[in-house]
């Protein structure tokens, strides 16, 4: 792999005019992704849609998500998840930037929805995420899963956090496609195969499914990114990840 094999696409989070921009279109077979900037006042309405499995995930701003007469306010990081037949109406408050990812359904997926409405939407704020060990990272980094793998089918979303001086193990996962979307104080090293890729803020990179990846921070590098999968294969990929991904239950912040 070379250096330009790697793509990726920078978020404008400066962006104060309404906009809505798909990203990395076909990089990842079933997976969309869109960045939606809403201006204060603005009601964004995500339409009910049995093909795909939407997570909604605020990046920054003040939103209001409306949904069955019930409404979740947040003023900082979150993610909201309706069932793919609800509609959602999103209230916008002060002017947010969120992350859309639409994951298409296949069969299996309805089915083991079907099985899980009660639980919907999932939603909680980004610090409230479970925090998680794995093998690959020293003591002191701060992990947290988001979405959890075997919430949603096929589909798992998380977060890595740490401060130089600080080693993210180079391991592979063939089981999981995957993204990176680093957050604004994100400055860091990535190491894919042989290559060593700076990674700044604000950006959206997909990771080769398969590649050799880990993460390192030196100097006055700060790492802190989410990192979004999709498990082609749940039986296997969901029994890596119960391998490696053990909670803590703390709640730990730099």
Not at 176 to 182: A, E, K, R, T, V
Request: overall charge negative; glycine content about 6%; charged content about 25%.
């Amino acid at each position: 792999m070379k250096k330009e094999d790697i793509v990726e696409v920078k978020l404008d989070l400066t962006h104060t005019n309404r906009a809505s921009e798909r990203m990395l279109p076909g990089q990842i077979p079933g997976a969309t992704v869109y960045h939606h900037v809403m201006m204060s006042g603005d009601v964004m309405q995500f339409m009910a849609d049995p093909g795909f499995i939407r997570i909604l995930f605020l990046c920054q701003g003040e939103v209001t998500f409306a949904l069955d007469g019930k409404e979740w306010n947040y003023a900082e990081k979150a993610v909201f998840v309706p069932l793919p037949e609800q509609t959602v109406d999103v209230i916008v408050q002060q002017t947010a930037h969120m992350l859309e990812v639409r994951w298409e359904l296949i069969d299996a997926d309805r089915e083991e929805l079907s099985q899980k409405k009660d639980q919907f939407p999932v939603t909680s704020r980004y610090v409230d995420a479970m925090q998680y060990r794995d093998p690959f990272k020293s003591e002191k980094t701060i992990s947290r899963a988001i979405i959890p793998h075997r919430v949603l089918p096929r589909f798992a979303m998380g977060s890595v956090q740490t401060y130089a001086d600080d080693l993210i193990g180079q391991h592979e996962h063939p089981l999981l496609d995957q993204f990176f979307f680093s957050l604004p104080e994100n400055r860091m090293t990535l190491l894919i195969d042989d290559i060593q890729y700076p990674m700044g803020p604000d950006t959206l990179l997909h990771i080769p499914l398969g590649s050799n990846h880990g993460v390192s921070v030196t100097g006055d590098e700060v790492a802190h990114y989410i990192w979004i999968d999709f498990i082609p294969d749940p039986e296997k990929g969901n029994a890596y990840l119960d391998e490696v991904h053990k909670p803590t239950g703390t709640s730990r912040s730099f």
